[in-house]
């Protein structure tokens, strides 16, 4: 029996099913579309709208729920500051969820949630990319790949030189 149990399980333990949906929601974030299974999509909704919801406090208490979730300050804080304040308004139904065709591998039923209101896509993905471009900056240093080295270049061997070199070898 099923009594009081409330969600679903997504045939994954209870560290795997946190993992999946603090990545489901920060990516709803930080691209402001997410396309995802129905059931899937459902949950990140309602997540999502409750973090929207505890980020219109406009506290620190509010801040510090939804950095506690979220766990990416600079992530946390556009949210607050950026996406809050365009649902001011309302009082809830932050995103749509909009039902898409079924995926064409398993038939499984697939959905599209957004923004209902939302910044131009311009000045989000611009948003976006700084906030990547400065976490990238600080830490890492570009360099080439390891194990990658250049290679001499090859020169092509007539048919000659390769019986002369074999016949050197010979004697």
Same mark, same amino acid.
């Given at each position: 029996?099923?009594? !009081?149990?409330?969600?679903k399980?997504?045939?994954r333990?209870?560290?795997? !099913? *946190?993992a999946?949906?603090?990545s489901? +929601? ?6 402001? +579309?997410?396309? =995802?299974t129905?059931?899937?999509? *459902? =949950?990140?909704?309602?997540? =999502?709208?409750?973090?929207? =919801?505890? &980020?219109?406090?406009n506290?620190?208490a &509010?801040?510090?729920?939804v ?12 949210? +607050?500051?950026?996406? +809050? ?5 309302r009082? &809830?139904?932050?995103?749509?969820l ?24 311009k000045?989000?993905?611009e $948003?976006?990319?700084?906030?990547v471009?400065k ?5 890492v $240093? ?17 048919? *000659? ?6 016949d050197?070898?010979?004697?």
């Open positions: 029996m099923k009594h !009081r149990v409330a969600g399980k997504f045939s333990n209870t560290k795997e !099913r *946190k999946l949906f603090l489901l +929601v920060r990516s709803l974030v930080e691209r402001g +579309v997410l396309v =995802t129905l059931t899937k999509a *459902k =949950t990140t909704k309602r997540l =999502t709208e409750k973090l929207v =919801t505890s &980020g219109k406090k506290s620190v &509010g801040r510090r729920e950095f506690s979730f979220l766990r990416d300050k600079k992530l946390a804080n556009y949210l +607050v500051d950026e996406i +809050v304040p365009l649902f001011k308004q009082s &809830g139904g932050y995103l749509r909009i039902h898409l065709p079924p995926r064409k591998g398993d038939a499984a039923p697939m959905a599209k949630v957004e923004w209902v209101e939302l910044l131009p896509k000045e989000v993905k $948003e976006v990319k700084s906030l471009k976490d990238s900056d600080s830490k $240093e570009k360099t080439e790949p390891v194990g990658k080295e250049k290679e001499p270049e090859k020169t092509k061997k007539t048919v *000659k030189e390769i019986k002369e070199k074999k050197k070898n010979e004697k």
